[in-house]
């Protein structure tokens, strides 16, 4: 662990952490300073001006990123019939009805990403308290609650993620792979801002994007210029 302490430290001491950077000298920054064994996930973290407290500055949706995540994303789709056929065949990794809420309600959840048919959420309603800590209910906002499964696994599985302000008003998005070629993640970083700047809620009064910060899963954080990527002030 103080391998690790050190290794951050000195990573943080090699650049000016108050200067902002544009996107790409970003990305090439934050590629240079990780330094973990295996391949560290890119995350974007933008603290906006909202009150996550009111309920018109809540903001949550999905965004799907060009270059992909470099995850394979696990997805458990809630359905029965034709519905959960399609589903198997679009690739979900498991697919069901009652006895897949049995399961959750037993603690077995090795998915990322839950998608529920309408006709479902009677059902999983009941397992609010279970997926809701761990952002896995499906919810119409986000595309999870839907008639076309098929539609959605397929969206998950090629780069589609969620985001959310936590209650400061912050929204955190893994944008790809530090091995990832930095146009790659340069792309995804400006395809989230742009879906940010259009979930710009109405009611908003007063500055919006106030500071975006990319990092690795093990590295320091590296600011970004939000003129650069087109932030709405």
């Not at 696990?74 to 056929?85: C, I, K, L, Y």
């Not at 589903?87 to 990322?112: I, P, R, S, T």
């Not at 209910?137 to 589609?160: W, Y």
């Not at 007063?206 to 939000?226: E, N």
Request: charged content about 25%.
């Amino acid at each position: 662990m103080a391998k690790k302490g050190k290794q951050f430290r000195d990573a943080a001491q090699r650049y000016d952490k108050q200067q902002p950077q544009t996107a790409t000298a970003g990305v090439e920054l934050v590629k240079s300073l990780a330094s973990a064994k295996f391949d560290e996930t890119l995350e974007l973290a933008a603290r906006l001006g909202v009150d996550p407290r009111k309920a018109d500055q809540m903001i949550r949706g999905t965004v799907s990123l060009p270059s992909g995540t470099g995850t394979d994303v696990r997805v458990a789709v809630f359905a029965q019939g034709e519905a959960a056929t399609q589903a198997g065949e679009a690739g979900a990794d498991v697919v069901g009805a009652d006895d897949l809420a049995e399961q959750v309600q037993a603690g077995k959840m090795d998915f990322d990403v839950a998608i529920a048919t309408p006709d479902m959420m009677p059902v999983v309603g009941k397992l609010g308290k279970i997926l809701g800590p761990r952002g896995l209910m499906p919810n119409p906002k986000t595309g999870t609650v839907t008639p076309d499964v098929a539609k959605a696994v397929g969206e998950f599985k090629s780069g589609k993620v969620e985001y959310r302000t936590d209650r400061q008003g912050n929204v955190h998005v893994p944008v790809g792979k530090v091995s990832f070629e930095a146009d790659a993640l340069v792309a995804n970083i400006r395809a989230v801002m742009e879906e940010l700047n259009r979930a710009k809620p109405a009611a908003l009064k007063g500055r919006y994007i106030r500071k975006v910060t990319i990092s690795s899963t093990m590295g320091p954080g590296v600011r970004l210029d939000p003129a650069d990527l087109g932030a709405t002030t």
